[in-house]
């Protein structure tokens, strides 16, 4: 079950890290200082399902998710510890969730469900972890439910949409031999 991890595998997933971040960049300030719970996920959800799925195509070990989630989540840890938190765990419960159900990247729903699932998965992170960080409760968090519900919602929606297009895009640069 468990891969060892090349120099290659690791460099790649830390400049597919680098481009996550990036491209992050360019949607983050729209939505950087709302305070619209779940809105910042539901933005880069797209994105990183996008990118991740295209990373475990390429290096289909586990724990390739967990370490986009650690490197995202270092270089993240400057600006918030919360956001390293997210981004981490987010990952690394996607990856097992996806370990538990499919026990490797072999099935072709194994990708499209740990890249679908990571972003989504920060949102319960954010409520905890902002709890216990700032001491803002649950309730402060999310102040109105029924959007909240509509935008987590939307956050499922986006990032496995972003799943289907990245598998998409996966395959096709396999094919043409850019993705071995």
Request: aromatic residues 12%.
């Amino acid at each position: 079950m468990f891969k060892k991890f090349t120099v290659k595998d690791i460099v790649f997933l830390a400049i597919f890290s680098a481009v996550l971040l990036a491209v992050g960049g360019l949607v983050m300030p729209l939505v950087m200082f709302t305070h619209i719970y779940a809105l910042r996920q539901l933005v880069s959800a797209p994105l990183f399902a996008l990118f991740c799925i295209i990373a475990i195509y390429k290096v289909p070990k586990p724990g390739a998710l967990s370490i986009i989630g650690l490197i995202t989540g270092l270089v993240l840890s400057f600006m918030s510890p919360i956001m390293f938190f997210n981004n981490f765990f987010g990952a690394v419960i996607a990856e097992l969730i996806t370990l538990l159900i499919f026990r490797s990247y072999e099935k072709p729903a194994a990708p499209v469900l740990a890249a679908g699932l990571y972003i989504p998965l920060t949102l319960p992170i954010t409520l905890v972890s902002t709890q216990i960080m700032k001491g803002k409760s649950i309730a402060e968090q999310i102040n109105d439910p029924m959007q909240t519900v509509w935008i987590v919602i939307g956050t499922f929606i986006l990032s496995f949409l972003g799943a289907f297009i990245g598998k998409k895009i996966a395959k096709e640069l396999r094919k043409a031999g850019k993705l071995l």
